[in-house]
Each structure stands twice: as structure tokens, then as C-alpha cells.
């Protein structure tokens, strides 16, 4: 396994709150709005002004975030999901299985439209987990 690292999720405010976390702890800020990215012409035209993905990094800490929301909405224990990056595919779907095990598989292990392999899951204890190579 590479890292671990935060992952969290916003109702629109990404880009606000990201920029805060920069003056706050430092570092390199990216930020891809929905309408950037190769879904955007899908979405609604309010959507296309939020963030898909939102990158802090220092030599200490990446944050990641999003205004991407579930379909169940932002509740308590939502917005926040530990990023795993994992070394290999198999590696992913390993750790998959296992933290998985007793919990919700919430998307299967798949690869995205930028050709990342990517799985989330709820594990048996409530925790969210993005699993990514």
C-alpha cells in the first residue's frame, strides 16, 4: 500500500473549504470543476460550477475533496472517507475483500472514465472507504 490519506465530501462549498485548508496548513491546491471533466457534459448546467475533485498536497498530508454527493444526500458519516492507494490491482481487490467483509460494498471496484481503478465501500464499523490504484 502507498497511503492513506482524508477524503472529504462538501454540498457545494469544496472550492471554499479547500481554499481555507490551504491557508491553514500550506501547500499545492487543484481543483477540476464537473464541468472540466469528461462527465461535465452530461450534468446539469448548476452542476458544472462544482468541484469532482479537489487535491491538497504538502510533504506532510494530502486532502482530497468533492461536491459530489450521494444519492442519499450529505448525512453525518458521509462526508468524510479514508483514501486508500493501493500499489496494484491486485492489492485493491484483496483489501476490497477484506474490508468489506461484514460491511456494504457500495461500488464494486471499477475503472473510471480516466482509467483509474476505483471501489468504495462502508466497512462493518461505519467507516467509508475509497480504494484506488
Known sequence: MKSISAYLTF???CKEAMMFYQKCLGGNLSLQTIGESPMGCKMPVRMKK???TGILQNNHHVISGTDLVLE???IKGNNFALLLQCSSTTELEKTFAL???GGNKIQLPNENFYGVLVGTLKDKYGVHWILQV
Open 11 to 13: 454540498n457545494g462549498n
Open 50 to 52: 462544482y468541484i469532482l
Open 72 to 74: 442519499t444526500g450529505l
Open 99 to 101: 474490508l468489506s467483509k
